[in-house]
Nanobody, 124 residues
Framework: QPQLVQSGGRLVQAGGSLRLSCAAS????????MGWFRQAPGKEREFVAA????????YYVDSVKGRFTISRDKDKNTVYLQMNSLKPEDTAVYYC?????????????????WGQGTQVTVSS
């Protein structure tokens, strides 16, 4: 099974940028797609972005379109989330996840493996 290790979260001012990374190791050949989710205090975990591992098709939640970009480096088995024009409402713990099979990539339950989470805090 793949193991996912995240990095990149920190405190940033509103309007700033941040890039999150998620490195996959282990059985990465089974990855069909990878996604990013986030969970703010007192809220449910929500979909942010996803990318097909082979073809690279991207999906975004409306609230981050035009500000966030998901990408992947297949040689490094790493997926990235570039976050620009950050807002205080983007503050959350961000999680990367992988799925082995074609599924609804915006749905939490479609993912099999999860990273450890990384805190992103956007100050106003």
């Amino acid at each position: 099974q793949p193991q996912l290790v995240q990095s990149g979260g920190r405190l940033v001012q509103a309007g700033g940028s941040l890039r999150l990374s998620c490195a996959a190791s282990g059985r990465t050949s089974s990855i069909y797609a990878m996604g990013w989710f986030r969970q703010a205090p007192g809220k449910e975990r929500e979909f942010v972005a996803a990318i097909g591992w082979s073809g690279g098709k991207r999906y975004y939640v409306d609230s981050v379109k035009g500000r966030f970009t998901i990408s992947r480096d297949k040689d490094k088995n790493t997926v990235y989330l570039q976050m620009n024009s950050l807002k205080p409402e983007d503050t959350a713990v961000y999680y990367c996840a992988s799925t082995r099979a074609p599924s609804i990539l915006t749905t939490l339950g479609s993912y099999d493996y999860w990273g450890q989470g990384t805190q992103v805090t956007v100050s106003s």
